[in-house]
C-alpha cells in the first residue's frame, strides 16, 4: 500500500528542536492543516465543526530514512534505559507514522486551525479523524513507564521587551514549548545558549537552575 499526503501542517516550529514530545503539552500552540487538492474543497470537511477536536496522522519527515531500531530510549525514561519500539512513541518507527489529538480552533474549506500540536512546519498529514469521548477517551489506565516517571515542566522567564516583539499569544505558546525543556537529556550546561526557531525568529534561552531563561530574539 502507498499513501500520499492529503495536507501539510503549517507552524511556528520549522525545525525538530523544540517540538512538543506529545500533543497537548502546548496547548497556545497554533498551527494549521492545510490540505492540497482535492482534498481542499469544502465538502471535505462538512461536519467537522462540530467537533472539538481530531486526530491526525502524519509522517515523520525530518528523521532520517534509517531502519527503525526494535528498541528506543524514551526521554521520559533520561535517554538512557530501552524499551521496544512498540512500547513507545519514539519517532524512530517501522513505518514513520505519528498520531496525535488536536484541539479544532476553526474549520473553513481546506484549512483546519488547530491548537497543542506536536507537529514541525511542512509535516504531510495523511489523514483527519474526528476525536470522539465515548470511544477515544479511557480514563483510569495503566500508561506504563509513563506512570513511574514523573515529567515536571519547567518555569520560563521571558523579557519584557521579547514578550512585547512576540506578542501575548505566541509569547504564551513558546513559554509552553520552552517549559518542556527541549534540550536532549545528556545537555545540562546552564552556561550554554540555545537557539530554538520559533515563527520568524531564533530565540536565544538557557536553562539554569531548573528554569529556563529566554535572552534574545534573533531575525531568522
Keep these: 500500500m ?19 514530545r506529545q500533543s497537548g503539552l502546548a496547548p497556545d500552540l497554533r498551527g494549521e492543516v492545510r490540505f492540497v487538492a482535492p482534498f481542499d474543497a469544502p ?28 528498541t528506543v530510549r524514551p526521554p521520559r525514561l533520561g535517554g538512557n534505559e530501552r524499551v521496544g519500539v512498540f ?27 488547530v491548537s497543542g500540536a506536536d507537529l514541525a ?4 498529514v495523511y489523514d483527519v479523524k474526528p476525536y ?17 516517571n514523573s515529567w515536571e515542566a519547567l518555569p520560563v522567564e521571558i523579557p519584557e521587551p521579547v514578550a ?20 536532549p537529556r545528556y545537555q545540562d550546561d546552564p552556561e ?3 537557539g530554538l526557531v520559533f ?4 530565540v536565544k534561552f538557557s536553562v539554569k537552575g531548573g528554569k529556563v531563561f529566554v535572552h534574545s530574539l534573533e531575525k531568522y
Design 87 to 113: 512500547a513507545s512513541r519514539s519517532p524512530y518507527r517501522p513505518n514513520g507514522l505519528g498520531l496525535s489529538c488536536v484541539r479544532i480552533e476553526s474549520v473553513r474549506p481546506g484549512v483546519i486551525e
Design 2 to 20: 502507498s499513501i500520499e499526503p492529503v495536507a501539510y501542517f503549517r507552524s511556528p516550529l520549522k525545525e525538530k528542536f523544540g517540538i512538543p
Design 199 to 202: 515563527g520568524g525568529f531564533n
Design 43 to 70: 465538502e471535505a470537511v462538512r461536519g467537522l465543526d462540530g467537533f472539538d477536536y481530531c486526530w491526525l496522522i502524519w509522517g515523520f519527515s525530518m528523521n532520517p530514512s534509517d531502519a527503525a531500531s526494535l
Design 121 to 124: 512546519d511542512g509535516t504531510p
Design 164 to 183: 512585547r516583539e512576540l506578542g501575548p499569544q505566541a509569547s504564551a505558546a513558546l513559554s509552553q514549548v520552552l517549559s518542556q525543556d527541549p534540550r
Design 192 to 194: 550554554r545558549l540555545y
Design 132 to 148: 470522539v469521548e465515548y470511544a477515544d477517551s479511557r480514563p483510569g489506565v495503566r500508561s506504563g513507564f509513563v506512570d513511574a
